[in-house]
């Protein structure tokens, strides 16, 4: 809406120079070259501190749209990364299952944490783990960056490996890979449970 005024305004302040120096001085065609050079100097000291902060403010104007671009260009490669990265690792995920894979791994979140057991499975299928902590480790810097845009980055990881299979292995992950005292991964795929 404010767009609307700018031409009027700027119009308005370009024309009141000559409007001001006619009704000054009248307005005519002078004979000699002396009343031409001063009407040219009144205007030019008119016209000179005008032009001069209309190019400063079109210079800022321009600047903030830079910053702006720039911002979005930045977010845009962020997010491009982000979901390619997080594709590469459910994908080599995805890659590595087997039947087998899949029973030690759904068996694994069933156990508690320091049962025997879980720690044969855990160090059977580590490399599977630490490629899962890189998926969260993706989920939740883009959280901090596009909370809206958090479940377009989840369901990379569910096209590739199925809900279920998401929640199993952060279920195991949470139990069996973090320590107590360090932050606790949140539950992407089970928010609401």
């Known amino acids: 809406m404010k767009e609307k005024f700018y031409i009027p305004i700027i119009g308005i302040v370009l024309a009141l120079p000559i409007v001001a120096y006619s009704y000054q001085f009248g307005f005519g065609l002078w004979e000699s070259n002396q009343e031409w050079a001063e009407m040219g100097s009144a205007i030019g000291g008119f016209y ?16 903030q749209l830079q910053k702006n671009m720039h911002k979005h260009e930045q977010r845009v490669i962020s997010r491009d990364i982000s979901f390619d990265m997080v594709e590469k690792y459910a994908v080599k995920i995805e890659s590595m299952f087997t039947q087998e894979v899949v029973d030690d791994l759904v068996r694994l979140a069933e156990l508690e944490k320091g049962d025997p057991e879980a720690g044969k499975l855990k160090s059977k299928h580590l490399d599977i783990f630490t490629l899962w902590a890189t998926v969260h480790a993706f989920l ?51 928010e609401n449970a």
């Open 140 to 190: 939740k810097n883009y959280k901090k960056q596009e909370p809206t845009m958090i479940i377009d980055l989840a369901s990379i990881a569910v096209l590739h490996l199925t809900f279920n299979m998401c929640v199993t292995l952060e279920q195991a992950f949470v139990t069996h890979m973090c320590d107590f005292n360090e932050e606790r991964f949140e539950y992407w795929f089970m």
């Open 48 to 63: 000179t501190p005008i032009l001069s902060i209309l190019t400063l403010v079109v210079l800022v104007k321009q600047f």
